[in-house]
């Protein structure tokens, strides 16, 4: 008699419909790094009262900057994911995940000029430590620091364009949105010379991008 077995049945993994709440880490982002890049800034001072600054400023400004950092991680590895489900062969896609993450590397340094500067301005724990051209040094430093690492932020912007026109991943308005901030990086660079107008723009697209791709219709997130 032969014996019959029976090969167990398995279930296909059910995959959950992703959360449309994940863009919301780009706006935290957006919110604590641009206060920390913008509103953190000391007026400008020569060498002699560099070193007699107050040192709260840039103590929030680094304390905060770090925490859009680690936003800005979280929302490349969740863009990458979203991405990948979509459009598992876009460049385009793969250029907005590199942008946040590159922006978030150099912003590390930034917000970590600030922290520095605040710890050797009297009242930090290493103050004294270094004389006036030292400080002045680290004031340079923090002049742009927090600006110039918006660029990937700015790149990615131009990325989210292309893919709204052309694969239409996101909306057209949000497309139309992310290319404001590439222009204006453009004909700032090119024309003015200015090196850090990314940190203005920046923090400004990625909150209105973030809330754009949390409630509204875009492919990207599974909503059209």
């Known amino acids: 008699m032969t ?14 419909r992703p959360s449309r709440a994940w863009p919301l880490w780009g706006l935290a982002a957006g919110v604590f790094g641009g206060v920390a890049t913008v509103f953190t800034t000391q007026p400008h001072v020569g060498p002699d ?22 936003c800005l991680l979280v929302l490349s590895a969740c863009w990458r994911t979203a991405a990948h489900r979509v459009a598992p062969d876009s460049a385009a896609a793969r250029v ?42 680290y004031y340079m430093l923090n002049d742009f620091g927090s600006y110039l690492g918006w660029l ?18 996101v909306s057209i308005w949000l497309a139309v949105v992310s290319l404001l901030p590439v222009l204006a990086v453009l004909g700032m660079s090119l024309g003015l010379s200015i090196a850090g107008y990314a940190g203005i723009v920046g923090p400004v697209w990625l909150v209105v991008a973030s809330a754009g791709l949390a409630l509204g219709r875009h492919r990207l997130t599974g909503t059209r």
């Open 3 to 16: 014996a019959i077995s029976a090969e167990p049945v398995t279930e296909s993994p059910v995959i959950a």
């Open 49 to 70: 009262a560099a070193g007699s600054l107050a040192p709260g400023a840039y103590h929030l400004g680094g304390a905060l900057g770090y925490v859009a950092v680690a």
């Open 96 to 137: 907005v995940a590199d942008g946040f993450t590159a922006s978030a590397a150099g912003l590390s340094l930034g917000y970590g000029w600030k922290l520095a500067m605040a710890l050797y301005l009297p009242g930090g724990l290493n103050q004294h430590e270094f004389g006036k051209e030292g400080m002045y040094f």
């Open 152 to 169: 990937g932020v700015v790149v990615a912007a131009g990325a989210v364009a292309w893919l709204g026109f052309r694969s239409r991943l």
